[in-house]
């Protein structure tokens, strides 16, 4: 399942962007779609996600109510909208994509990177202050 975000830039602080990831290959509707980010020298780290149902979203404690996550499965594309970008929001975004499993399917969304079977190339947000 190729994944390919685009979206990133610089902003300044205070500022949005919307990254979005285009899937293509198998049933993408029925995977569950996350955000990771990655600042130098840091661990990737989970930021968003969602269900296939889109019923179910969750996000890092930390972002809650500035990034919203949203998917489009009839045209294979997901989202993430970023409002009120503060400079140590800069890192390297990641889309990704994990396949079906007995718990995603009932509406939980994974955390770890580990969990996720597909990535994106990655597109960098640099947040200025």
């Known amino acids: 399942v190729p994944l390919v975000e685009s979206g990133g830039g610089l902003v300044q602080s205070g500022g949005s962007l919307r990254l979005s990831c285009a899937a293509s290959?198998?049933?993408?509707?029925?995977?569950?779609l996350g955000w990771f980010r990655q600042a130098p020298g840091k661990e990737r780290e989970f930021v968003a996600g969602?269900?296939?149902?889109?019923?179910?979203?969750d996000y890092a404690d930390s972002l809650k109510g500035r990034f919203t996550i949203s998917r489009n499965n009839a045209e294979n594309t997901f989202y993430l909208q970023m409002n009120s970008l503060k400079p140590e929001d800069t890192a390297v975004y990641y889309c990704?994509?994990?396949?079906?499993?007995?718990?995603?399917?009932?509406?939980?969304?994974?955390?770890?990177?580990?969990?996720?079977?597909?990535w994106g190339q990655g597109t960098q947000v640099t947040v200025s202050s």
């Open positions: 990704a994509a994990a396949e079906p499993t007995i718990a995603t399917v009932t509406g939980d969304v994974p955390h770890q990177p580990e969990e996720y079977d597909y």
């Open positions: 969602i269900s296939w149902s889109a019923i179910h979203t």
């Open positions: 290959g198998r049933v993408f509707s029925r995977y569950v």
